[in-house]
């Protein structure tokens, strides 16, 4: 009885766990694999998939964390530009107030080595058998490697040693990298850059496609390294088995034998292109590529004129107008910096904005009185201008006093299309001047390279206009500390400068004489104190480089905060 | 309670051994109350002769003299009867008390709740259904020993956090699984769920219970069957109506007109570096008198209290409908409820339409078919007050100045646009009238909920049964956010008018399959059970956003004449779990030893190779100590057992493809490329996956005692915990420098340590009055014991909004997860800490020896914290001096959001005809971070308005105050990064409350009414809190979900965070329940 009871049980349980194990053949099921994703060994497969992951790596530059604002406001507190918002708590470094916590410092290095990483599997994963000629292969792994280098040199200059990432994050022990020394980043940087400067096409060749990284880009990035080697912190005189200064020379010379040259007829000229979307690459040798792609739901804009544009007043609705938030406002230097006749002025800091309210329901161009009022903002990447920046009270007769210049129009309150510099070539010329300066004195080599600058910009040669600045090495270098300031102002370089230079801090002493001696300043105002803060807040030990951020800190096991942060 | 299965089973044998030639024996079956008893079970002892009451608790039985019958029902003492003479015996039970004969529904099984080895908690379904609640988990607060039910904040119709015994994870969900009707479903929406439709509802709490749940128990599991009809009933239509009305219990003390006036005066005043320049043209304080005029104009000016009209009492209707009945083989319930209840603040409202259907058939004497189809449609609407990056509505609700400018000439000061106010005003551009905005706001989220549940039950034989359940849940919905022209978004952003539409749809579908085996050898039993289990999840995500519309006169339903379009996105995911698992109970000597074992082992898709596979196993043990021969002569104690268990259980709730390396398009991530900017999409690694993704998995020791003393009257239980949880799946933070900021991987261990008590009394019990009192307390000790590699602590940021950038909250190995992280406030700077010259108002204040300061100068009023112990002097290794400088090394624990203990104290009374029901419920000695106050109190250099407490800011007039000056030494004295959580914000939140009061009385009723009961009740929710936090309510903790709604990874880390968070509500309900 008990037997036969066992066989109907063992049966009939045998027959449902055989239907049941065929329900789910176990384990083929459960392979899935992401539906929305490429799964990593499935990417660099097509042409396709390289040139996203190539947009993927460049964006990151573009990014908030970098020249989508952090890399242009970090540069505020100096004697070229001071943060134009004297409360609130954001961007610190331009008020010298920052911490290990901030955001800001966070976001930057983040954006950074998140293009790293990317860059790291490119160039690990894209498969050389898979490409007919060589040249192809190496231009993609060199326009990475110029974008890795670009990155780090970014890290380099505002955070000194760093640690050396070449290969991608593979698992939780990936924590933990020391920072190099700074000869080895800049080592490194030189090498990715000379791999580029090898492989990339010149901008001048037919398949060169704008916005990407050139031969000549890369030349002029290598030339900053080097320079920044021969400056502070490390203050090389020999790097990478050269002279540094020397090294600066020869790859300034590389981007001038590729026939780039100051192409546009007015300093004007050059910035009208950024912000009309113009490319000329002889003379813009790299750019933040931004488009205006609101209007049909593209994240392709960027903020360039927004946050650092020229001010618009008045509390009507913006929608659709060309405003701003005028991160950056000029230092009373601006004022009395410029030669007569200096036509970069006028463009740099206009010294006007628009109010538009109810009364001006179509807008007025008032003119600001002084550096230190409200509406006081820097003018370079300008969505609007005058209709007649030259007469004022002509373009205030106007029905409309004022223009939009960006393009395509309409434009989007807060997001624009305008470009930004990365390399132009005044500063090679500046740059070669510097070197050659430094290894030869203000030689004619030296003075000519000033003088394409100059003239430019509607002045004379040096020799004529400004014989004691050619009377020595001193007196040349002291030129070009302020020509830099004249030609580049606002393109996110003074305080790096300042900083390789080892004169921040004389300068901020120069800002906050600057200020207190201006006759709109009055002493017991808050708001006109505040706008030398960097100054006040400048402790020589902590602000010539940024703290490591605290979650970098706190996870990387081998790397400690700077001793003057902790 | 009656259970569905338990009288299937009994039907069953029933018909299937129901064989007699004896006499026939009749007679009614009444409580205490001699009320009929339906459904209640009587054997023959020793056969399996047996049968069952009707509607009208009438029977009718064969046995011979000397039979004994057994009468039995569950919730009540079963009594035996042996047969003499008489064909009628009539039967009157006593209620059970402790219940021990409970049925308790466990994975895939059941067994009565005096043979439980794990710890199983139950809840009434009629505790359940008296409250008067939206959804069901509002009724569960404080009901239960080890489960911490809390809310967020108090938005209609928003689920509520349940954790039960402490949270194991650190950054994945702590929430249980639910299985409803066998259906294991992870993501559980309360709304789908009528709380009339429930009929049992259990806890299972420790790894014994849970195990058998395998990677998903970890949690605990919350097992709900709903109810069917009764075979062989009456059909019995039930009506349930209430109707509520509900106030916040709380406001925040705003500025008023005449305060904000003055604030402004004084932030002029300390602008002018604390001279008093009214006439000085070009002064602040001139400026402000041109603008508002005379200030005394605003004494008694009443201005707009935003929060006044932002909140009011709001109405809530429950109406339930419900048909059951049964014959001999086939038995139905349908139901069907609204919910329809307007929040308290303007705009939000919930609203939920519930249906099931459910029937069972016997088709013969071996094979059951049950079914039941339940759908519910949701729809919960209006502001969200936290969401919107530095815009929140209670900040504006909050900033908003309470009183504009009475000064008719206040126009010269706006140039020559002349004044209006609010237009005019550049500070007042940046916020927007919040009532505008809320009213001009339309946000739905619409769901649609199917569940269907299936399951065959075939008896191979007398031993051998065979179930399979199959189900589907999907839940299909929509989110509609449209801002008309009247909105903040709509007038003055970039999108204008603007709608957007996130639709969804998530799917769980599950078989299970399982052979069960029941077998009594003499004196011991003998169950296994033996299952598989396949489940597959998907998702389907879409995202519409049209910007830019010419008009908002269509609203959301005609987005096709916007202007700008964004890119539409879509997602889809999927993951599926492969299980077998088994159960042996074993039963010695008539269940005085009692001895259960599980297994199980899970496959899911979410890990890959060898880490795919993980298994769970169990074990517990349980010793009748009453049954003893030794305890017989202790009378008093009715039963005593002894529980203990130990068990391996998992959490799986990772993304579904975090254990893959992914790279993906990234709208964000493109660049432009050529001279006509050609947009190139962007691809970027997007998933960095660890290879060795795993399970989490904890182990959890129990021992618990279950004892009933003096007749029953007083039973209670005890238990004792202890949680280790190892490879937690945690989002854990990265060094960034590899280009992640954190990443999904299996590090560190959690441990959770508590005691649960629950006293249940039957304090009187007299033939009129009756009163019952039940307490629970739970204890939860969490503690990090590691986390990863090399890694000390984890800080966490809220995101407060742009400015605030701040990690407020660690979780630091050796400690709780989740503790508040800050400064600690030291008094502010006055004058006597500084050098400066007396003379000259312009001279700078420089700070003496000694004394600590911060980044920028610090002034009188500046706040002041202590300098830690960060430097070590003398060499021992242990810091034992500050640094000089506050920094963000100066920063430490400041706070601890776990309560030492929580509970809820019940009791029920009842007289003649009424009966009372009266729940208190308290959390005691934790804390709570009022952000609120951290953002809002300070003064800033804008003319916002501020808090109350904002009037009290330092000026050298008033210098005994905790409230910074507006001003100091030139700076501003906002708080920056690293500066703004201190001390001062950490406030006390332990709290008691009259959670639950319900009067109720029952029509005393003639049949010939037609109907069988009719009951009316009164209650009250959340009545009165004792506590001395200052926010709106101390239980609030919206970590999780700034910014963003569902983000559970944060819950755990961020704990009682109180920003921006919708005030808890006060509810007063009047229902009638009608039978017939």
């Excluded at chain 1, 004022?335 to 036509?343: A, K, L, R, S």
């Excluded at chain 1, 709109?520 to 010539?544: E, I, M, Q, W």
């Excluded at chain 2, 238990?719 to 590090?747: C, H, R």
Aim: negative net charge; hydrophobic residues 35%; aromatic residues 12%.
């Amino acid at each position: 009885m008990i037997s036969y009871k066992i066989k109907t049980i063992y049966n009939k349980g045998l027959l449902i766990l055989g239907i049941l194990a065929t329900t789910f053949s176990c384990s083929k099921t459960l392979d899935l694999n992401p539906e929305a994703n490429w799964a990593a060994e499935d990417f660099y497969a097509s042409e396709s998939d390289i040139e996203a992951a190539l947009a993927g790596i460049y964006s990151n530059i573009a990014a908030r964390g970098a020249f989508g604002r952090h890399l242009i406001l970090f540069d505020l507190g100096t004697d070229e530009a001071i943060r134009n918002r004297d409360f609130g708590s954001d961007n610190p470094v331009g008020h010298n107030d920052h911490n290990p916590t901030d955001v800001d410092i966070q976001l930057l290095w983040q954006t950074l080595y998140k293009g790293i990483n990317n860059a790291n599997n490119f160039i690990k994963y894209i498969d050389a058998s898979k490409f007919e000629d060589e040249a192809d292969f190496n231009k993609y792994v060199g326009e990475v490697k110029f974008l890795r280098g670009f990155m780090y040199y970014h890290l380099t200059v505002w955070f000194n040693e760093v640690p050396l990432r070449l290969e991608p994050v593979l698992d939780q022990s990936s924590n933990h990298v020391a920072p190099s020394p700074l000869g080895d980043v800049y080592t490194q940087i030189i090498a990715d850059l000379t791999f580029a400067a090898e492989h990339l096409p010149s901008a001048f060749d037919s398949d060169y496609k704008a916005a990407h990284a050139n031969k000549g880009a890369a030349h002029a990035m290598l030339a900053k390294t080097y320079l920044k080697a021969a400056g502070y912190p490390l203050r090389a005189t020999e790097i990478n088995g050269k002279n540094p200064y020397q090294a600066v020379k020869e790859h300034c010379q590389a981007v001038m034998d590729l026939g780039h040259n100051l192409n546009m007829a007015s300093y004007k000229d050059v910035f009208l292109n950024y912000i009309q979307n113009r490319y000329d690459y002889s003379e813009s040798l790299l750019e933040v590529a931004y488009s205006n792609g609101t209007a049909l739901g593209i994240p392709s804009g960027g903020p360039i004129g927004y946050i650092n544009g020229l001010t618009w007043a008045g509390n009507l609705s913006k929608i659709g107008l060309p405003v701003e938030q005028r991160f950056n406002r000029p230092t009373p230097l601006h004022d009395f910096i410029y030669e007569e006749g200096d036509t970069r002025k006028s463009w740099n800091v206009p010294n006007y904005n628009v109010l538009r309210n109810a009364k001006y329901p179509n807008g007025t161009i008032k003119i600001v009185p002084n550096v230190l009022a409200g509406p006081s903002a820097s003018g370079k990447f300008r969505r609007w201008d005058a209709v007649y920046p030259d007469d004022i009270p002509l373009s205030n007769e106007q029905l409309q006093p004022w223009i939009t210049l960006e393009t395509p129009q309409p434009v989007h309150q807060s997001v624009t299309g305008l470009n930004f510099p990365l390399i132009r070539f005044s500063d090679v010329l500046l740059m070669y001047a510097e070197a050659e300066n430094e290894l030869n004195g203000p030689t004619s080599v030296a003075q000519d390279a000033i003088n394409m600058v100059r003239n430019r910009a509607g002045l004379d040669n040096l020799a004529t206009a400004k014989p004691e600045a050619i009377a020595g090495k001193e007196a040349f270098f002291n030129e070009l500390v302020d020509e830099r300031l004249r030609e580049l102002c606002f393109e996110g370089l003074r305080k790096t400068d300042l900083i390789r230079w080892g004169l921040y801090e004389e300068k901020l002493n120069v800002l906050y004489q600057s200020i207190i001696n201006y006759p709109p300043y009055r002493s017991g105002n808050v708001t006109h104190n505040r706008k030398f803060s960097a100054y006040t807040n400048f402790d020589p030990s902590k602000h010539l480089s940024l703290p490591y951020p605290e979650q970098e800190v706190d996870l990387n096991n081998l790397l400690n905060q700077k001793p003057e942060w902790q | 309670m009656k259970n569905n299965i338990y009288i299937l089973i009994v039907t069953f044998f029933v018909s299937l051994l129901g064989y007699s030639q004896n006499t026939m024996i009749t007679g009614t079956v009444t409580d205490q109350d001699k009320l009929p008893l339906a459904g209640v079970n009587i054997i023959v002892k020793g056969t399996s002769t047996g049968t069952m009451t009707d509607f009208d608790g009438s029977y009718s039985i064969k046995a011979k003299t000397g039979d004994i019958l057994n009468f039995s029902i569950i919730g009540m003492t079963s009594k035996t009867i042996t047969v003499a003479n008489q064909t009628v015996i009539n039967v009157t039970l006593k209620e059970d008390v402790a219940q021990l004969d409970e049925v308790v529904v466990v994975g895939y099984g059941s067994v009565a709740k005096k043979d439980l080895t794990g710890s199983v908690a139950t809840l009434k379904a009629e505790t359940i259904e008296s409250v008067i609640t939206a959804n069901f988990d509002e009724a569960l607060t404080g009901r239960i020993a080890g489960v911490d039910v809390s809310s967020n904040e108090g938005t209609p119709g928003e689920p509520l956090n349940i954790v039960i015994r402490g949270g194991n994870s650190i950054t994945s969900s702590n929430s249980p699984l639910y299985v409803i009707n066998g259906l294991p479903l992870e993501d559980f929406d309360p709304a789908t769920i009528s709380a009339s439709d429930i009929e049992t509802f259990q806890v299972l709490k420790d790894a014994s219970a849970t195990a058998i749940y395998g990677s998903r128990g970890a949690n605990g599991v919350i097992v709900i069957t709903t109810k069917s009809g009764k075979t062989n009933s009456k059909t019995e239509v039930t009506l349930d109506v209430s109707t509520s009305l509900q106030e916040i219990t709380k406001t925040i003390d705003v500025l008023s007109p005449y305060q904000y006036v003055k604030y402004l005066e004084t932030q002029a005043i300390a602008k002018d570096g604390y001279q008093f320049l009214p006439d000085e043209d070009g002064s602040f304080l001139n400026f402000i008198y041109k603008k508002w005029g005379d200030l005394e104009l605003y004494r008694n000016v009443k201005g707009v209290d935003y929060q006044d009209e932002a909140f009011n009492v709001a109405h809530m209707t429950r109406a339930n409908l419900s048909v059951r009945g049964g014959n001999d083989k086939t038995s139905v319930s349908f139901s069907s409820g609204i919910v329809n209840q307007d929040g308290v603040l303007i705009t939000t409202g919930f609203k939920r339409w519930n249906n099931n259907f459910t029937i069972s058939h016997q088709a013969n004497d071996r094979l059951n078919f049950w079914g039941s189809i339940n759908y519910a449609n949701s729809n919960r609407r209006g502001a969200r007050l936290r969401i919107g990056g530095s815009n929140q509505l209670l900040k504006k609700i909050i900033l908003f100045r309470p009183v504009d400018p009475l000064n008719p000439d206040a126009g010269e000061l706006e140039g020559e646009g002349g004044y209006i106010p609010g237009v005019n005003d550049n500070d007042f551009f940046d916020l927007f009238d919040p009532i505008r905005d809320m009213k001009g706001t339309t946000r739905e989220d619409k769901a649609h909920n199917i569940r269907v549940n299936t399951s065959i039950t075939y008896n191979i034989n007398k031993d051998l049964t065979f179930k399979t359940t199959n189900g589907f849940n999907t839940t299909i919905g929509r989110e509609e956010l449209f801002y008309s022209l009247d909105t903040q978004q709509g007038s003055r952003s970039p999108n204008g008018i603007n709608g957007r539409i996130d639709g969804y749809e998530r799917s769980t579908f599950s078989s299970s399959n399982t052979l069960t085996f029941n077998r009594k050898v003499r004196r011991n039993a003998f169950n296994a059970v033996f299952g598989t289990e396949y489940v597959h999840n998907t998702l389907f995500e879409s995202r519409l956003w049209n910007k830019n519309l010419p008009t908002d006169e269509f609203g959301i339903n005609n987005l096709n004449i916007a202007t700008q379009p964004t890119i539409a996105t879509t997602n889809a995911a999927q993951n599926k779990l492969v299980s077998f698992f088994g159960r042996a109970n074993i039963g010695l000597n008539k269940n005085k030893y009692l001895l259960t074992a599980t297994f199980r082992g899970d496959g899911s898709s979410k890990f890959q190779g060898d880490y795919r596979w993980g298994y769970f196993p169990s074990f517990s043990g349980a010793w009748q100590v009453a049954k003893e021969g030794f305890m017989d002569n202790v009378n008093f104690i009715n039963s005593f057992k002894i529980r203990v268990g130990w068990g391996l259980t998992g959490n799986n709730r990772v993304p579904n493809y975090a254990s893959i390396n992914q790279f993906g398009i990234v709208p964000s991530q493109g660049y432009v490329f050529g001279n006509d900017e050609v947009f190139q999409p962007g691809a970027i690694q997007t998933t960095f996956a660890v290879p060795d993704l795993r399970w989490e998995t904890t182990a959890q020791t129990n021992i618990g005692v279950d004892f009933s003393i003096f007749d029953s009257r007083l039973s209670g239980t005890v238990d004792y915990y202890e949680k280790k949880t190892e490879d937690l799946l945690l989002n854990a933070n990265m060094a960034l420098s590899t280009g992640f900021v954190t990443v999904q991987q299996n590090v560190g261990a959690v441990s959770n340590k508590g005691f649960e008590v629950t006293l249940s009394g039957l304090v009187v019990d007299s033939k009129d009055f009756k009163w019952r009192s039940s307490i629970n307390v739970s204890t939860n000790k969490n503690k990090i014991l590691s986390l990863n590699d090399g890694q000390e602590f984890i800080k966490s940021n809220p995101q407060l909004g742009f400015t605030s950038n701040e990690t407020y909250y660690i979780s630091e190995v050796g400690q709780p997860v989740g503790m508040m992280y800050g400064l600690e406030y030291d008094g502010l700077y006055q004058v006597d800490d500084f050098i400066y010259d007396d003379s000259n108002p312009a001279s700078p204040y420089t700070l003496k020896d000694g004394l600590p300061s911060y980044g920028v100068g610090v002034g009188p009023g500046s706040v002041k914290y202590v300098d830690q112990l960060t430097v070590d002097t003398n060499g021992d290794g242990i810091p034992d001096a500050g640094d000089g400088v506050i920094n963000q090394n100066d920063r430490k624990t400041i706070g601890n959001p776990h309560p030492k203990h929580f509970g809820g104290f019940v009791n029920d009374f009842k007289y003649k005809n009424f009966d009372l029901s009266v729940l208190m419920q308290w959390s005691y000695d934790f804390d709570v971070f009022n952000a609120n106050k951290a953002l809002w109190e300070y003064p800033i250099n804008n003319s916002f308005s501020r808090l109350a407490g904002a009037a009290d800011a330092w000026t050298p007039w008033n210098t005994d105050t905790d409230v910074a000056a507006h001003w100091a030494n030139g700076n501003p004295t906002y708080p920056r990064a690293g500066f703004k959580g201190d001390t001062r914000f950490i406030e006390d939140g332990s709290y008691l409350r009259l959670k639950t009061i319900t009067l109720g009385y029952n029509l005393p009723l003639d049949a010939k009414t037609g109907f069988t009961s009719l009951r009316l009740a009164l209650s009250g929710q959340n009545l009165v809190t004792w506590t001395n936090y200052s926010g709106f309510d101390p239980e609030v903790g919206v970590g999780s979900s700034i910014n963003q709604l569902d983000n559970p990874s944060n819950g755990s880390l961020i704990r009682n965070l109180d920003f921006s968070a919708y005030p808890k509500n006060r509810t007063y309900s009047l229902s009638v329940q009608l039978k017939f």
